[in-house]
């Protein structure tokens, strides 16, 4: 058996994120990152999916850069809003700025399968490699402007964003199956920014559930809200 010799950081790591979820509790709704999440960030190599000269620091409780001006974020922010999707292993999830893949492989972990849209085509492609690599099979990546989701795969059971619109982009909603969970960052970039988690009920009616104050890159593209 071959032991993982970052296993004590990336204990330390879940710690720091118990203690933020702690800290947040009051605002996510949410106090602690349940059995299955826990158990995926401890399987997914945060060290594999940043730039080398980042490696020694992907233990650490904060986002870093990955090119071309974005960040991976914060491990806490990952948790929380895999926490907040709530997703269960039949179910198919739908991410917008795969940056470096991985937050979709920790998705992936979770969920049967994962589309995942990024707008710059080398991080797309360089996520596509890092994954392949682990062998996380279930990852669909696509190149496009995720303003307008992915509809070839609609519905989704979940949809989580990484990168934040102005406003929410109405394709979101419309992509998300009656019973859906979609957790994105929503504010002027800039701007106050609040995570924001919607629910869509049986009847297709949606409605936004929590919140907390976050920043996130903005969403870029073509479709762009005022
Ligand atoms: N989930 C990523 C986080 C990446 S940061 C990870 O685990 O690494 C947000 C990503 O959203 C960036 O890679 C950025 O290029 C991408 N992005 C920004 N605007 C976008 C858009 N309109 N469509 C798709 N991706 C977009």
């Known amino acids: 058996m071959t032991t993982d010799p970052h296993a004590d950081a990336r204990q330390r790591l879940l710690a720091e994120i118990d203690a933020d979820f702690a800290d947040t509790a009051a605002d996510t709704g949410c106090a602690r990152a349940g059995d299955a999440v ?3 960030l401890l399987a997914v190599p945060r060290e594999r999916f940043v730039p080398a000269p980042w490696r020694d620091d992907a233990f650490d409780n904060r986002p ?3 090119g071309h001006g974005q960040t991976i974020s914060q491990p806490f922010i990952v948790a ?3 926490e907040l999707l709530a997703l269960r292993s039949h179910e198919r999830v739908l991410e917008i700025g795969t940056g470096c893949g991985y ?3 920790v998705l992936a972990r979770l969920a049967r399968q994962v589309v995942s849209v990024e707008i710059v085509p080398e991080l797309s492609a360089r996520a596509a490699a ?3 690599e682990l062998g996380v099979h279930n990852v669909e990546l696509h190149v496009g402007d995720g303003h307008a989701g992915w509809p070839a795969g609609a519905p989704y059971d979940a949809i989580i964003a990484t990168a934040a619109p102005a406003q929410l982009p109405p394709a979101w909603l419309e992509q998300l199956a009656p019973g859906g969970r979609l957790v994105a960052p929503i504010g002027a970039h800039g701007g106050a920014q609040w995570l924001q988690c ?3 009920d049986a009847l297709g009616r949606a409605t936004p559930r929590r919140a907390l104050a976050v920043r ?3 969403l870029v593209g073509g479709a762009r809200d005022t």
Do not use: N
Request: charged share 10%.
């Open 130 to 132: 890092t994954l392949a």
């Open 198 to 200: 919607w629910h869509k």
């Open 64 to 66: 870093l850069p990955i």
């Open 216 to 218: 996130f890159v903005p």
């Open 103 to 105: 937050q979709a492989a």
């Open 80 to 82: 929380l809003m895999t």
């Open 38 to 40: 826990r158990a995926a």
